[in-house]
Nanobody
Framework: QVQLVESGGGLVQAGGSLRLSCTASGRTFGSYAMGWFRQAPGKEREFVAGISGSGSITHYVDSVKGRFTISRDNAKNTVYLQMNSLKAEDTAVYYC??????????????RGQGTRVTVSS
């Protein structure tokens, strides 16, 4: 079972940027598709962005297309989420997880503890 630790969250003004990182344990990180998910207060957790094991395929929810970029460095066992032009509605706890590359649903039990992003308007 891979262990995931997210970092990089914080408080930022609308229009600003943040880069989230998710570092995984284990030697087979490059074989997993990974996803970023978020949960805003009072809302269900939603998929944000996903990336294949090789990094060649990415997928985004419509609301972040053109603003967020997912990437990975398999040598560092890390997946990133670069978030630009942040909006108040991006405020949420962001999680990374192992994901299905077919459905982009997170694998049960693979989620990290999350990092909080707060965007002030």
């Amino acid at each position: 079972q891979v262990q995931l630790v997210e970092s990089g969250g914080g408080l930022v003004q609308a229009g600003g940027s943040l880069r989230l990182s998710c570092t995984a344990s284990g030697r087979t990180f490059g074989s997993y598709a990974m996803g970023w998910f978020r949960q805003a207060p009072g809302k269900e957790r939603e998929f944000v962005a996903g990336i294949s094991g090789s990094g060649s395929i990415t997928h985004y929810v419509d609301s972040v297309k053109g603003r967020f970029t997912i990437s990975r460095d398999n040598a560092k066992n890390t997946v990133y989420l670069q978030m630009n032009s942040l909006k108040a509605e991006d405020t949420a706890v962001y999680y990374c997880a192992v994901a299905s590359p077919l459905t982009w649903r997170e694998n049960p039990g693979s989620r990290g503890q999350g990092t909080r992003v707060t965007v002030s308007s």
